[in-house]
């Protein structure tokens, strides 16, 4: 079975751009999450979808948002582009909602970089 | 809020050692659940267990061991007989059962080297 599959696996912007990123969960998984990485932050969750539905937030302004659509794939979009931005953005899926109810499986993630 | 701490950021061991990466959490919840997780350098994320608040059984899983201790908000990682490709670094875990932001929080990972 495939895992997850994450493009495009490097990416680099300027500020002020926006960039749109994909995730593709494993087949049978509804339940995609986002995390951001940094060296300064670790680990930050971002956001959940469900359903094509958002269930849960992390700490993260408006410019960071997403979206899934009815095949389970997800899209991330960031707005407005900020230097910080700058980090490992990972996509983990599941069959059920939640990291509480079924173990999340994580793709290989997109490095972006913003210049 | 809840909170994980590793405090080793970084290990170095020479092949065969044993070593143990300490996990320390922080919640009010009685309902959580404790995960660890792999990260080579390639990038992506390799789940290694999920423990739930109420199993506090250790767990042994070839060379990988796991200690949950509620009484200390521990939940320590053994790797016996380490090999090279042990090499990564290693994430503890938390999450709460009920409702609001049902994201994973992560420790800060613990580099973990092994020198043959």
């Known amino acids: 079975k495939a895992g997850v599959t994450q493009t495009p696996r490097y990416l680099i912007k300027t500020r002020g751009q926006q960039v749109t990123l994909s995730c593709s969960p494993i087949s049978g998984h509804r339940s995609v999450s986002w995390y951001q990485q940094t060296p300064g932050q670790g680990l930050q969750f971002l956001f959940e979808?469900?359903?094509?539905?958002?269930?849960n937030k992390g700490n993260f302004p408006g410019r960071f948002s997403g979206r899934q659509f009815s095949n389970s794939r997800s899209e991330m979009n960031v707005s407005t582009l900020e230097l910080g931005d700058s980090a490992l953005y990972l996509c983990a899926s599941s069959l059920k909602a939640g990291a509480v109810t079924d173990t999340q499986y994580f793709g290989p993630g997109t490095r972006l970089t913003v210049l | 809020a809840q909170k994980v701490t590793q405090a080793q950021t970084e290990i170095s061991v020479v092949e065969k050692e044993d070593v143990t990466l300490d996990c320390v959490y922080e919640t009010r919840d009685t309902t959580y659940y404790l995960f660890w997780y792999k990260q080579p350098p390639s990038g992506e994320l390799v789940f290694l267990i999920r423990?739930?608040?109420?199993?506090?059984q250790n767990e042994i899983s070839g060379r990988y061991s796991w200690n949950f201790q509620k009484s200390t908000s521990s939940f320590n990682f053994t790797i016996t007989a380490s090999q090279v490709v042990d090499s990564a670094v290693y994430f503890c875990?938390?999450?709460?059962?009920?409702?609001?932001?049902?994201?994973?929080?992560f420790g800060k990972g613990t580099h973990l080297i092994i020198q043959p």
């Open positions: 423990r739930n608040s109420f199993d506090e």
């Open positions: 979808y469900f359903s094509e539905t958002q269930r």
């Open positions: 875990a938390l999450t709460l059962s009920g409702g609001g932001a049902d994201g994973l929080t």
